[in-house]
């Protein structure tokens, strides 16, 4: 133990501790403490207020197993968070590349503020002005019929597509600052040796580039992945009825039925199955990385 500590000592955790206990003592109070107490009423029968009788119970998540409703919307939240990663990866990739190697001074800081400008709007802003878009005699529909000769109907409200749009737009911007950050870290010289060995644009491309650039990319993925598959605002106002997603009925549950146990177990479900995907993914990604 006293090694351990003369080691500790002399590797700087001493000194450091004083600046890394305020970020801990957040963490304690903002997570760990919530998440405590979520995972108590994830196992009572009803939520301990104005006198009302619980008990504990395992009900709740045998409801998950005994309701077959509960696992196909799991299953559509996750085909929902794959398909806007994959899309993020097709739009924000070719972004980021461009944004790191190909365009320099202002024009790149200019494309850069474009960029991360989503993150300056609140979430409901950026909803509802795609509503204003997508919806029937919107922004989309009135622009198309003022250029085209013949009228046509855009209504993308209230349907899968929307909410797939609606999620890439909020989630595109962490592909390009992940790929960003490890594209720019790519040293020139190593595209220029490939191309001078006689390697054409697309073997330098998957050679040497994608592979390198792999950490921002899985990175990138995870940070989409993750909080898509619990989404539940954009399925929600640009889905409409198609937008019953698994992230939805958690939220009816705290907010609409008032069953805070049902929706604390249904919580904590997603979250172990999220975790296993990724403890599952993990060799693979290690090794891509």
Not at 33 to 46: N, Q
Not at 184 to 189: K, L, M, P, R
């Amino acid at each position: 133990m006293a090694d351990e500590l003369a080691i500790g000592s002399r590797s700087g955790l001493k000194p450091a501790l004083p600046l890394l206990l305020p970020a801990y003592l957040w963490l304690t109070l903002a997570i760990f403490l919530p998440l405590s107490a979520m995972v108590f009423f994830s196992f009572m029968t009803d939520l301990p207020l104005a006198g009302k009788e619980w008990s504990f119970t395992l009900g709740n998540y045998a409801a998950f197993f005994s309701q077959s409703l509960y696992s196909r919307l799991l299953l559509s939240s996750l085909r929902l968070g794959l398909e806007v990663t994959l899309w993020c990866v097709v739009i924000g990739y070719p972004a980021a590349y461009v944004l790191a190697k190909v365009l320099k001074g202002r024009s790149r800081e200019a494309i850069f503020l474009l960029v991360i400008l989503p993150f300056w709007s609140n979430g409901l802003v950026r909803i509802f002005s795609w509503a204003m878009v997508l919806r029937e005699g919107g922004i989309l529909d009135t622009a198309l019929n003022a250029v085209l000769p013949f009228k046509i109907n855009i209504d993308l409200m209230y349907s899968y597509p929307a909410v797939i749009i609606g999620l890439v737009h909020s989630y595109v911007p962490y592909m390009v600052l992940t790929c960003y950050l490890t594209l720019q870290a790519i040293d020139d010289s190593l595209i220029e040796a490939g191309r001078s060995l006689g390697a054409s644009r697309r073997q330098v491309l998957w050679r040497v580039i994608i592979p390198l650039s792999m950490p921002g990319l899985i990175a990138g993925a995870a940070l989409i992945f993750v909080p898509v598959v619990g989404s539940f605002m954009e399925p929600r106002i640009l889905g409409g009825r198609t937008g019953t997603f698994y992230g939805t009925v958690i939220e009816d549950q705290f907010v609409a039925v008032f069953n805070w146990p049902l929706g604390a177990a249904l919580s904590f479900i997603l979250l172990a199955v999220v975790l296993i995907i990724l403890a599952l993914a993990a060799p693979v990604l290690r090794r891509a990385g």
